[in-house]
């Protein structure tokens, strides 16, 4: 599985939109790119994820560059309570056997009031 | 409501004394995991199941045993906890392990042994 790269930990004010990026240059044509968040020592929470297209669904929106190189995670309106610690995750879909998901440290996200 | 259900979420236990944290999901998932969780370390899978009867290590399998009698329940087992086993320990479950969007996670069992 591809590894990613993100920023330790970003900020954003409370109503805007949190932008969060992800490098996975080593990437192949069969993984997709996941995205997972975790409240404050809380269960993974599963968020959305895509293979080339961009995705949208009620939580957030996945911008995947043309080359899938990199991604973006967009929340559109950040709220207190999208406070949290952001995967992201790459792998293929039909990996067979286990093939465990790789978590790195993530991004953690600050909103502020 | 579909969840996977840890017990307990905290434990306070010495060098030694055997324990288990149970693990029980709702929703007929065939794919359990245990995963611990360490500062600095991410997480890391330490047991898995596929079906039934049906274990496998993951990465960080020492001082650990799993069993999966019935396909709701994975219980991680601590024969002889020691102190480099604090951790903060999650039970996961999907479908299949190929569907990495399926995935559902308990709400973690925070474990100090001293």
């Known amino acids: 599985d591809a590894k990613t790269t993100q920023p330790t930990s970003m900020d954003c004010a409370e109503g805007r939109a949190a932008n969060l990026p992800c490098n996975h240059s080593t990437i192949s044509g069969n993984e997709y790119v996941y995205w997972y968040r975790q409240i404050h020592s809380q269960g993974p929470q599963y968020i959305i994820h895509g293979l080339k297209n961009n995705e949208t669904n009620e939580m957030a929106s996945l911008i995947i560059t043309e080359d899938r190189k990199s991604s973006t995670l967009i929340l559109p309106h950040a709220t207190l309570r999208d406070t949290a610690v952001y995967y992201c995750i790459v792998r293929v879909s039909n990996a067979g056997n286990n093939r465990k998901l790789i978590w790195g440290l993530g991004t953690s996200l600050a909103v502020n009031p | 409501e579909a969840q996977v259900t840890q017990n307990p979420r905290y434990l306070i236990t010495v060098t030694g004394k055997k324990l288990t944290v149970t693990c029980s999901q709702n929703m007929n998932h065939e794919y359990m995991s245990w995963y611990r969780q360490d500062p600095g370390l991410g997480l890391r899978q330490i047991y898995y199941s596929m079906n039934v009867e049906v274990t496998d290590k993951g990465d960080v399998p020492e001082g650990y045993k799993v069993s999966r009698k019935e396909k709701r329940n994975f219980p991680l087992i601590l024969e002889s906890p020691s102190p480099n086993q604090t951790s903060l320990y999650f039970c996961?479950?999907?479908?299949?392990?190929?569907?990495?969007?399926?995935?559902?996670f308990g709400s973690g069992t925070r474990l100090t042994v001293v």
């Open positions: 996961a479950s999907s479908l299949s392990p190929n569907r990495v969007y399926g995935y559902t």
